[in-house]
């Protein structure tokens, strides 16, 4: 079946840290892969998204790299900010059109 | 952006009670609609898929008589939570696809709404 793995949190870093989430996927076919975020208060927000092999999706100064022959999809940003203080979902979709399977969240906490 | 709202933000009922959580796309038609469920520092859990017009489609283990969904138009969605109970109270939020007449994955999401059953 499909499934996301992502790894457990909370994750506290302080601000201008680098920061890696780390998301592994189970997929049959060729699904599309997402990162959602949920600020405190707020639904979740697309933040960046990547539809095939050796894509990178990039917003914000986050990206991602659709791996294929790893089937990962990890977030990674080079200085984090206390404005990124928030949970992190790492989703797939398995085809074009269907709900989202989403990863457990990862909470991220940003000090200054 | 694309934007969806819930309604209400938040509800607190007695049990026995029914509840009804609106979604709506406020600036695009959506064709398709999902209700998640999310259960504290858990992940958003798939409930059903809302087709515009027609019946919606439910996750295995979900009661489709207790969660009523209703998509009768391209930017309203309607889950009935019917008898509430206690076991009930979750995190409900719903998304859409936009009826863009391409084949895109990018969902929407709302605000989420909380729902407490005493």
């Known amino acids: 079946g499909n499934s996301v793995t992502q790894m457990e949190g909370p994750v506290t870093l302080s601000e201008e840290a680098f920061l890696t989430i780390n998301c592994t996927y189970t997929?049959?076919?060729?699904?599309?892969l997402f990162w959602y975020v949920q600020y405190p208060g707020e639904g979740l927000q697309l933040l960046l998204k990547?539809?095939?092999?050796?894509d990178k999706g990039s917003n914000k100064g986050f990206e991602a790299t659709y791996r294929k022959e790893t089937t990962s999809f990890h977030l990674e940003k080079g200085s984090v900010q206390v404005s990124d203080s928030a949970v992190y979902f790492c989703?797939?979709?398995?085809?074009?059109?269907?709900?989202?399977?989403f990863g457990k969240g990862t909470t991220l906490s940003v000090s200054s | 952006g694309a934007v969806v709202s819930q309604h209400p933000s938040w509800v607190i009922c007695k049990s026995g009670t029914s509840v009804k959580i609106e979604c709506r796309s406020l600036d695009f038609q959506a064709t398709t609609m999902f209700w998640y469920r999310q259960f504290p520092k858990q992940s958003l859990m798939l409930m059903a898929t809302?087709?515009?017009?027609?019946?919606?489609?439910?996750e295995q283990g979900v009661e489709k008589d207790k969660f009523l969904i209703n998509h009768a138009s391209l930017t309203l969605s309607t889950l009935t939570v019917t008898s509430a109970h206690p076991e009930d109270s979750s995190f409900y939020i719903c998304?859409?696809?936009?009826?863009?007449?391409?084949?895109?994955?990018?969902?929407?999401f709302g605000p989420g709404t909380r729902l407490t059953v005493l």
């Open positions: 809302s087709n515009e017009g027609s019946k919606a489609t439910y």
């Open positions: 997929a049959t076919g060729y699904p599309s």
């Open positions: 989703a797939l979709s398995p085809q074009a059109g269907t709900a989202l399977i």
């Open positions: 998304s859409a696809r936009e009826a863009s007449g391409t084949s895109t994955d990018t969902q929407y």
């Open positions: 990547a539809t095939k092999a050796d």
